[in-house]
């Protein structure tokens, strides 16, 4: 790319992986297994062509939106993801201004590297991202901690009962350096320092700490003890989807984990359209159907939302941001990802996200 | 191809890019973002099989057609595009001659970088391409002169509110040469000579003059300004296309501009048979509908009509004759093109235009 | 392959690549066009599967049919093809000889390198293929020849009104070496022999004696004519196969011609199905329908039968044995052909041809 | 992989290539013909997407299951191959004592290099595939054996009547060398030693000796011969699938022997849901239908399971592990495997066998 500096987020992404070092370039960018389903995250949203509209009439597309109990400047929300510091020592913080900067909500996850509360103070608009540890007074301690740092949604993630087989991660014996923690969890016992041949120390420290068997049960446990807006992340069928309905979840996020988990499972734009249709027959508008997994552009955007998503969350890109250049590098990503949208709703047409919802596509 | 010359579209674009400067091979040949739509117009046209029918009865396939309001050697115009200097020094005048001897329309682009009024001294059958300026009276200026031009259609485009996000060309900082100007818009400011790191001058221009926010209701007042056959080209949606038959347009083209808009738009010739339909459900034959995009050989002009194309539009190829020898090689291009298309009719049993598109296809 | 010596067709292939002239080669293996077509007659049967039979309670498949008037060893036939002098100096009396040996026809082609009535005296069953040439005594006096030399069928081409545009041929400015004529019509004059660049001299003979004109009322004259049996070659379009059975032939090959003649046209293997429906719809089994195209193995004739087609040609594998080795080399063709077939059929539970009609087939 | 050793079944294949004799591993990863149905195996497999469940509510997935006659721990058995003494000098004893190991059923194959009564002693739960000699005495006898050994299941492979064209094999005239033998058939004429230039001894060896003429009088004969469950393996037409049934079969293997015998055969996964449609209108439960063919990943199995199959045989993996390391080498694969299942399950929200029938697949 010359002197230009990145154009796109791909440019983005070649910048990080040249910047890191290779076990946790590896740790960001890896899937589970043999990676078809990271693979098939990519490859199945670049099957969906897009039919424009023209004529709109309007001079600047407005892309702004409500995601649950948000504004936003755009359908997207920063994902969750762990240990951000791995890629920068501003990390969640870093990571935390991006989103302020853009106006979009920042995730921060269960196993964050920085303090929730320190990252709060940062000023974007933060949703808490819960995985359920063993303890389940620690889980009443994040969930309360969320609410009085001011998190405006919280999202459970229920598509890693068990950590994903990371076949990078085993074949580096991938761990955390000593000065990257789950901050959130500081106290608990953790071996995602611990190096062992053939193991991932992440893998480890999620089988000693999570909380495998969540069921149904737990959610209503989960529901009856917070007012705040709640979203499940993780469901790929529209049977769970319904469930979640009927759990009264505010929210779904489609997706598979970046392909980082049940390897083989179906591309998170395949699986979208059933879970829509479902939990739109269930409820109507009342639950909000996110995606996740691949999101590269501002043209990804426009084809989840044509197939029903109210909006996306993007992850690796915001790490490959962080990796070249911190906050800078993460808001250059998603400023890079608002002109990509503004300009593709621009030239589809749409005048603002709900005309995105009305495009037809076509599969290739 | 040694000593033989080209004998196909593919071999002239191998010569061109052999002859182009890189950034200006860059311009002519690229797409937006990942070049998605740019690919697909090309697969999706390879992927239509034809079933040729046999004992036709008749020894020389004949080409002519009448192509809205201009009697055509085959179904085949010369697209409207920008610049043509830019590959040599001849630009839009060879360009014509070549569309002039092959007995075709040449559509004259709103920013051809020499004056329509030049261009139409040719003597080739002329349409005039619209990019609609946000000066109105600009545009009023254009008409009457593409009226008293003798243009026999107004060519709309619709697809170009911004341009599209070419990468190549931001890479390339690229921007005109001085002694390529848009001579039909002389005298109104112009940013396509101003060199930017990471930016198209082209983009720039664009912005600074074209109409972003054109509507239905400027197609009324342009349908009320003029009496010439209209245009609307850069349609792919089946809905808009019904919206510019209740607007009284004489045609539509369906584009995808190349694959130089919104990437992640459907390939022309998927998009083509719903927009068929639609048109013919709604008006029978009084709309035409043309198509461009990956038009390369004889055979895939018969693609396109079989699937419902009145006629096509052939572009880049062009450039690519002119870049290697002036009107020579743009008319080798239309040469080869019309002895392709002749020899596939003839093989495809196909005595005249109305029995292409009686073909049966297959999707491969 | 080292010392083994052929094991398949492809084998073969490979070995008369190396034996062959370049140019000789091209004029073999290649298609017309962008040889789009000549890759799908491939890549379609491949992507044919077989669900096979077991437990049939057979020792020993059966692969013997007859295919219109004659007795075949196999579902097979020798397809017409010109000038086979140019691949060995035996020419068409090796390939007739491998056709006696194997027990299968052989079609002569009317622009065979040795005279038909030579030909005929090899032995094998034979079958007449007529090119129908410009001056109708010509094709009066051929037909005579064909029933005089015992000919058991006349097999009309009708796809080829004038030759594909074969870019390899015309990249080769390929013509007949002075001892390769067209000995069936010798006298009439031939352009084959003259080397212009850029054009292939086969293509100019063509043009020069080929009725491009051939009607349906022309196959009704025919019709009229000859009491051979009848047969087109060349048929995709179910629409012609129902004309022909219409005017009373009995049989139909759907061919494109091996990818020579319209690039674009669909894989013969895709539009067989509608053609038997269509062939079956009209007049039950008293029209045949054989195909030919890309059939390289025992599994492709199980591909094309279990579709509905009679029988097979197989053209190049023969001008590859020709070419390694003279009749022995088109007679081992020949023979692992008939050891692939029976060896499918016997892995497919298939005793004998007309079991075969009846395996399903899964498209993959 | 470096020090990390095998993580999945690849690595193990990789290895296993590395330690063995080129004409061996030919012979053990090898297909019949252009090897198109081998391929099919794989991607057919890729191409299923799982939809997983979340919030099953269970800690540890149970992969417990009964497969016929036998109780396992997971729903795999080790596909019945012959000779593994080729692979390693512990052979069948090794394989067997990884299946004891594992907790899963072991095919011992007739022709095992080792007697089916040493391999008994290992103590697995073993069964009995039988390839039907045309000496019905020594058919009998193996019956008697396999009843006396305590097989607890007779599977009878269907889909071998000849050997499979195996160009590998016949390219390197593979034999087997002097020290490894058809140990069940002692006495038995073999030819299966010899070398002969351009043939496989294997295959000469399957011709002299097994029955080619198998019928379905042949299998009432064996089913009133005997009382164990018997099994047909190599079905893959639900027609075959229906009259097993109807011959008091207690189960099929939808099996294309590896793509090993009829190239072009479907792919086993993609014949497998009409098979159990089939099975199930017929007999509902009662006819177990297993899968085998390209599994190489708990995920795999899952996609199997998904699809309709209550278990999967697994074959050249675990000549994989013997060849890197004899009995702990295939224990490995065995291992590697069950921790994949287990984990894909608990990521699949699968707590047992049965819940993985009830997921939901998307085709890619």
Not at 16 to 29: G, H, K, N, R
Not at 113 to 119: D, Y
Not at 132 to 153: F, H, N, P, S, Y
Request: charged share 20%; aromatic share 4%; glycine share 10%.
């Amino acid at each position: 790319m010359g002197e230009t500096g990145p154009l796109c987020l791909a440019d983005m992404a070649r910048l990080a992986e040249a910047a890191l070092p290779p076990e946790v370039w590896d740790y960001v960018s890896g899937g589970s297994g043999a990676e078809t389903t990271l693979a098939a995250n990519r490859t199945a949203l670049d099957d969906i062509a897009l039919l424009p509209r023209v004529l709109g009439g309007f001079a600047r597309a407005c892309t702004g939106c409500r995601l649950l109990a948000t504004d936003a400047s755009m359908p997207v929300g920063v994902a969750p993801m762990a240990y951000q510091r791995l890629v920068h020592p501003d990390g969640e913080l870093a990571a935390a201004e991006a989103a302020r900067v853009a106006g979009i909500p920042y995730v921060v996850s269960t196993v964050a590297s920085i303090r929730l509360e320190e990252i709060a103070n940062v000023g974007a608009d933060i949703w808490f991202q819960l995985y359920w540890q063993r303890d389940r007074a620690v889980v009443e301690d994040l969930i309360a901690r969320a609410e009085q740092a001011g998190c405006q949604v919280l999202m459970l993630t229920v598509d890693l009962p068990i950590l994903g087989r990371r076949l990078r991660d085993m074949r580096n014996a991938f761990s955390l350096p000593a000065d990257v923690v789950a901050a959130n969890l500081e106290g608990a016992p953790s071996r995602a320092h611990d190096t062992v041949t053939g193991e991932s120390a992440i893998a480890a420290h999620a089988a000693a700490a999570f909380e495998a068997g969540l069921g149904w049960p737990d959610i209503e446990w989960l529901r009856a003890r917070t007012s705040l807006p709640l979203v499940l992340k993780g469901i790929l069928d529209p049977r769970d989807a319904v469930l979640a309905v009927e759990s009264g979840m505010d929210g779904v996020v489609v997706s598979n984990h970046g392909g980082r988990q049940l390897d083989g499972a179906a591309a998170s734009i395949d699986a979208l359209p059933a879970v829509v249709k479902a939990v739109g027959d269930a409820v109507g508008d009342r639950c909000e159907v996110l995606l996740d997994g691949g999101i590269r552009s501002g043209t990804d955007i426009l084809r989840a939302l044509a197939l029903g998503a109210r909006g996306v969350l993007v992850g690796r890109p915001i790490l490959h941001g962080l990796a070249v250049d911190g906050a800078r590098g993460a808001a250059q990503v998603l400023s890079l990802l608002a002109t990509e949208l503004r300009e593709a709703m621009t030239l589809a047409g749409c005048a603002d996200v709900a005309a995105v919802r009305d495009l037809s596509t076509v599969e290739c």
